[in-house]
């Protein structure tokens, strides 16, 4: 498949929508790409401008203090101890990894790329961009023979849903089977709300009680976007498998995909400052606590959405409809139409919206719900 066979950039499609919702009297509440709006940590941009006399190559696999900050994250977040600086790797932000890696991994016509039921596109384009075949299923025992690259999302986007240390063993265990690699998409890790994740980490698919110490063909991928508000900076890594980590490198080099030094400095920096982590996740806990009612009090019902920076949704109609309908409220959605073909009634709210911006869209759904409710009890006839 050519990059020109690719389908229209299904964000396109939502620009009338959003030219409804600017019209409203009290302006837009912009809730359908997760971009943070919070600013960066000074604790990274001061480590980016001290970084900025680059004027050498960066090597791709990253500097060694870069790599053994990114070990030592593993083992105090996620409680994966030991690992090599040889089984880690930087990416320039994550969404070029994953689109790239059925090239990086050989794949073509004839094989199988399966990806969750609700997935971010960029799961299925990277399959088509070389011919092979995607599938989208949630279950180990239905992945088919051919699979060569599995991806499991934890917590997912769109649907906040995270799969435990058995959901992620059972996903290793079927995916050796195949002889396939499994990537774990965990860019929300740090974002858990619901119990148990609210007070425990969202288990990574190197945790060794997934993995019992053995790291083949398994691959977990991580971005500061979220976490740290580094979205402009495209600040991300992998790590895994030795083995595939150095294929991966070795088509990196010959690619030119190096993550440029001040990045890097800055990636250090992040990584070992958890109090800025802990201060915007208290933001976001702000945001979901105020917009998650009044998104219920609206007429929706939230499915999953445990972690992460979304709140999965529906009022059982078509996506679109209840687009449009928010649209009128001034508040623009993503619809589930992008995540799939599985969730057709399903919305994406983001909570990487300011504050003032997030009270405002729950106030607008809170008065539509009690007019909503209101019209329903006109219907009621009298006794």
Not at 1 to 24: E, F, G, T
Not at 68 to 89: C, F, K, M, Q, T
Not at 165 to 193: I, N
Not at 342 to 364: C, G, K, N, Y
Request: aromatic residues 6%; hydrophobic residues 45%; charged residues 20%.
């Amino acid at each position: 498949m050519a990059v020109a066979d690719l389908a229209d950039y299904p964000w396109d499609a939502v620009a009338p929508y959003a030219q409804k919702a600017r019209s409203h009297p009290d302006g837009i509440v912009d809730l359908s790409i997760g971009s943070p709006v919070d600013p960066t940590p000074a604790v990274v941009a001061d480590a980016l401008r001290a970084a900025t006399d680059a004027h050498a190559y960066p090597q791709t696999v990253g500097t060694a203090s870069l790599r053994a900050a990114i070990a030592e994250w593993y083992h105090r977040r996620r409680g994966v101890a030991g690992l090599s600086p040889d089984s880690i790797l930087p990416t320039v932000g994550s969404k070029e990894l994953v689109a790239l890696l059925p090239l990086l991994l050989g794949l073509g016509p004839g094989d199988i790329v399966v990806h969750p039921r609700a997935a971010y596109p960029t799961y299925e384009v990277g399959a088509r961009l070389v011919g092979a075949t995607p599938v989208a299923s949630d279950d180990p025992a239905e992945w088919p023979e051919g699979t060569r690259l599995v991806w499991v999302n934890s917590p997912g986007n769109p649907d906040g849903r995270v799969l435990d240390v058995d959901a992620l063993r059972a996903a290793v265990t079927r995916a050796r089977e195949l002889g396939a690699v499994l990537a774990s998409d965990e860019c929300y890790a740090e974002l858990g709300w619901d119990a148990p994740w609210d007070r425990e980490p969202v288990p990574s698919v190197l945790d060794p009680r997934v993995t019992a110490g053995d790291l083949h063909g398994i691959l977990s991928v991580y971005s500061l976007s979220k976490q740290s508000n580094l979205a402009g900076y495209r600040a991300a890594f992998l790590a895994g498998d030795p083995a595939v980590v150095a294929r991966l490198l070795t088509a990196r080099k010959h690619l030119g995909l190096m993550l440029p030094l001040p990045v890097q400095a800055a990636m250090v920096a992040a990584l070992t400052d958890d109090a800025h982590v802990a201060s915007q996740k208290e933001l976001y806990r702000r945001r979901r606590e105020i917009l998650r009612p009044a998104v219920e009090a609206a007429g929706f019902r939230i499915d999953a959405s445990e972690a992460g920076l979304y709140l999965w949704a529906t009022e059982g109609r078509d996506a679109w409809e209840s687009i449009d309908r928010l649209a009128g409220l001034g508040i623009l959605a993503g619809p589930g139409h992008f995540y799939g073909v599985h969730f057709p009634q399903h919305i994406r709210l983001s909570l990487t919206a300011t504050d003032d911006r997030i009270t405002a869209a729950a106030e607008r759904l809170r008065e539509a719900g009690a007019a909503r409710h209101g019209e329903d009890a006109g219907t009621v006839a009298p006794r």
